[in-house]
């Protein structure tokens, strides 16, 4: 570009020697030519990461096939800089192969037809080139080299691996599977300094070659993943996911804190703005920053590794993640030629929180992520989340700890804004066995998502997840010291909404499993609540809620006998449920004649609840119960085939996972690091 001097002479502007070398070698030309010593020249140039892909923009997908005898050239000299002595050619090596794989991948994706590994590594002995490719990247992230290099190559494999929104696609991958990367990749995460450096992108790398054409074949890295039995690996990778899910939560309660605070004036409009509370949720969400990459990594690690789950519980201080360079830091590092790897921060009393567990974080980042189920993506993390609580609530192990009264943690429950709940902060919460924390998490789901577009699929996996805390507590014997009135309450409050808007519902969903999973729950403690429950009074308690609900009874039964009546598609269903309805119709059956004749005979018309209790342990004995078959069994999480379409649209639907968008827009940021 020429621009006008003041004299009104023209001055043609300056071009920088490796913009030249760049627009040399997409001409087709020989950059070269008369120079043997040109490529180790080149790659001591710094590269103009943004001017290379202008340049490589330029062309067509025809112009690159008929000038990939150059780029095959460029890719190549790049890869036998990757063995050079001199990390500065590394590490411009590594920056000019990420920019140029990332455009060729953009070029393919807007023309399937491109021939995107014919011009990027050439169409001969393809397999050779790869395969000393992924040599010398896992030789600099296992060998002594500088930060700043073992990042580029993180970022650069990045770049290879999110190439494609369907990862399966993804051809290039297949060299991954044939020559693993599992080993020097996880290594990164036994030490603090490197799994404070590195831990994010290695968790999240190895999370998406997981999911590589798992269900079509043994996938290396999931097998590699479900026998790892280094603690310090083991401990590392909670470590990480840990970390970003307690930022997470940290950030939540940073905003919620920006809000105004409570006032007569606040509380009048309360109601209208009540009406916004999903909106208000959203927006919420907006500012916060996805995790759902190490959500999906604590799934697999949790699904496929029986070691993992012994560090589940393992107390351990969150150190907060290292923060993204600014802005401004970054530009000054564009325009800084310095050579030196940058210092490793030192750590600080400010950078580490309260002691807690990878599970008790967990519960908290749920209790925030499901605020938001109205849009796809807070719905998907929130199925995901209550699928990793699925699995680990049917691991016995899993479970001890959870229920474990010695193993205790203040685990916050955020609370959506509702109309009939006063505004405020979360209260402070006592320490207590996680698993009560998990039982309020899941009474929250239920009671705050009764929507007219309802969230079946979750509710199904919530109430699997109580069944499941059940069944271990009436197997071993187990004792908690819960207000389970609470969890009562809940169960007759979707009961209630599920009878209320079963016209609306049951045009689109099959609303009677959840109701059936619903009424077991109440089955399960009358048949075998003697086992877990702490206090016999509790049992009082059940049948007295029981009693006085009859009412939310008796409108159920009403609808299942409506369908179960008549052909349709519901028949069967509802004969499940009218069946599962027996016992509970027996005690109502049972107790209210008994309490109106106790009331006649007092000449009362509303009885206390005192004097409920009192007859109904009167009347134990001539109580007559049908013992239900295979009432505290489950059908055990399976991904295949139950899963498989979610889990293949999750990484698509996913910000955090597909993050092209993040490496495409911010490829200087990711690729032009200083050196």
């Not at 790659?43 to 202008?54: A, G, T, Y």
């Not at 959840?514 to 702490?534: K, P, W």
């Not at 308690?541 to 009693?547: Q, R, T």
Request: proline share 4%.
């Amino acid at each position: 570009m020429s621009k006008r001097h003041p004299s009104g002479t023209i001055k043609k502007a300056f071009k920088e020697k490796v913009v030249a070398i760049y627009e040399t070698i997409f001409r087709g030309e020989d950059p070269s030519a008369g120079n043997p010593n040109f490529w180790d020249e080149f790659f001591l140039l710094k590269p103009k990461v943004s001017c290379f892909e202008v340049e490589l923009l330029k062309l067509s997908a025809d112009q690159l096939e008929a000038n990939k005898i150059n780029i095959n050239l460029l890719f190549t000299k790049c890869l036998e800089m990757l063995k050079a002595e001199q990390n500065i050619k590394i590490v411009y090596a590594l920056q000019t192969m990420g920019a140029l794989t990332r455009i060729l991948y953009q070029k393919h994706c807007a023309d399937p037809n491109f021939d995107l590994i014919g011009v990027l590594v050439g169409s001969n002995d393809v397999d050779r080139t790869m395969e000393d490719l992924i040599k010398s990247l896992s030789e600099l992230i296992c060998a002594d080299f500088p930060c700043i290099t073992k990042k580029l190559v993180l970022k650069f494999l990045l770049v290879i691996v999110t190439g494609f929104e369907n990862i399966s696609s993804n051809v290039l991958l297949d060299h991954f599977m044939i020559n693993s990367m599992f080993d020097p990749l996880i290594q990164l995460l036994s030490l603090p300094e490197s799994r404070s450096q590195f831990g994010r992108d290695v968790v999240l790398l190895n999370t998406l070659l997981i999911t590589y054409k798992k269900q079509e074949a043994a996938n290396p890295y999931l097998v590699k993943l479900s026998l790892v039995d280094d603690e310090l690996v083991l401990h590392g990778y909670a470590q990480v996911i840990s970390s970003g899910l307690q930022e997470f939560c940290r950030k939540y309660i940073v905003v919620k804190q920006q809000e105004p605070q409570n006032s007569w004036l606040s509380s009048i409009t309360s109601m209208v703005g009540n009406m916004f509370v999903s909106e208000e949720a959203h927006n919420k969400m907006e500012k916060l920053k996805a995790n759902d990459s190490l959500l999906l990594a604590l799934y697999e690690a949790v699904h496929s590794s029986r070691n993992f789950v012994t560090v589940f519980a393992y107390i351990q201080p969150h150190e907060r993640p290292p923060q993204p360079p600014s802005d401004e830091e970054i530009e000054a590092d564009h325009q800084d030629d310095s050579i030196g790897a940058p210092a490793t921060p030192t750590p600080t009393v400010e950078n580490v929180t309260h002691s807690s567990s990878l599970l008790a974080t967990l519960l908290e980042y749920c209790s925030v992520i499901m605020q938001d189920v109205k849009h796809d993506v807070s719905l998907t993390s929130t199925k995901l989340s209550f699928i990793v609580l699925t699995v680990v609530t049917e691991d016995n192990y899993a479970n001890s700890l959870m229920h474990d009264p010695n193993l205790v943690f203040q685990v916050q429950i955020h609370k959506a804004v509702m109309r009939h709940r006063k505004t405020g902060g979360d209260p402070v919460v006592p320490a207590r066995p996680i698993v009560s924390a998990l039982l309020d998490l899941v009474i929250e789901f239920i009671v705050t998502h009764l929507l007219k577009k309802f969230p079946v699929d979750l509710y199904e996996l919530a109430l699997g997840i109580i069944v499941r805390l059940i069944c271990y507590q009436k197997r071993c014997k187990v004792r908690i010291n819960y207000q389970w009135r609470d969890l009562w309450h809940a169960l007759f409050s979707l009961l209630k909404f599920l009878q209320s808007a079963e016209g609306q519902l049951l045009k689109k969903l099959n609303i009677f499993p959840v109701a059936q999973q619903a009424i077991n729950i109440f089955n399960l403690f009358i048949t075998y609540g003697d086992t877990f429950l702490s206090v016999e009074s509790l049992y009082d308690d059940l049948y007295y809620e029981i009693i006085r609900n009859k009412s939310v009874f008796d409108n159920i039964y009403s609808m299942v006998l409506r369908y179960s009546s008549s052909e349709g598609d519901n028949k069967e269903y509802s004969l499940r449920l009218m069946t599962s309805l027996n016992n509970i119709r027996s005690i109502i059956g049972h107790f209210t004649p008994k309490v109106d004749t106790w009331l006649a005979s007092q000449s009362l018309s509303t009885p206390t609840e005192a004097q409920i209790l009192e007859v109904v342990r009167n009347g134990y004995e001539s109580l007559t119960l049908k013992l239900v078959d295979n009432l505290d069994q489950f059908q055990r999480y399976t991904e295949t085939p139950n899963h498989n379409a979610f889990f293949a649209a999750f990484i698509s639907i996913s910000p955090d996972l597909n993050s092209r968008g993040e490496l495409n827009s911010n490829s200087s940021r990711n690729l032009s690091a200083p050196v």
